[in-house]
């Protein structure tokens, strides 16, 4: 089984930044691709940017310059750097992984608000 628990969620004021952390254990070989979704009140889980084990990111167009996915294959941790935070950021943040593909496991998730 694999585990992912995350960090760093709060409360930031629009315009500012916050970064998100992810770390796996567990059977850590069954995860190749890491990445984030987001799940704002009353709306569908949507993809917020994912990263293959060999470094390769992917953004949604909403994040896309904005936000910068990594990964430190040592630590078995992905990180998510989030600038100029806007209200419609504001979403529980998933961590999810899996071989191939994302969704195969997830974290417990932890809530970012963008609120002055």
């Known amino acids: 089984q694999v585990q992912l628990v995350e960090s760093g969620g709060g409360l930031v004021q629009p315009g500012g930044s916050l970064g998100l952390s992810c770390a796996a254990s567990?059977?850590?070989?069954?995860?190749?691709?890491m990445g984030w979704y987001r799940q704002a009140p009353g709306k569908q889980r949507e993809l917020v940017a994912g990263?293959?084990?060999?470094?390769?990111?992917y953004y949604s167009d909403s994040v896309k310059a904005r936000f910068t996915i990594s990964r430190d294959n040592a630590k078995n941790t992905v990180y998510l750097q989030m600038n100029s935070l806007k209200p419609e950021d504001t979403a529980v943040y998933y961590c999810?992984?899996?071989?191939?593909?994302?969704?195969?496991?997830w974290g417990q998730g932890t809530r970012v608000t963008v609120s002055s």
């Open positions: 999810t992984g899996g071989s191939g593909r994302l969704g195969d496991y």
């Open positions: 567990g059977n850590i070989f069954r995860i190749y691709d």
């Open positions: 990263i293959t084990r060999g470094g390769r990111p």
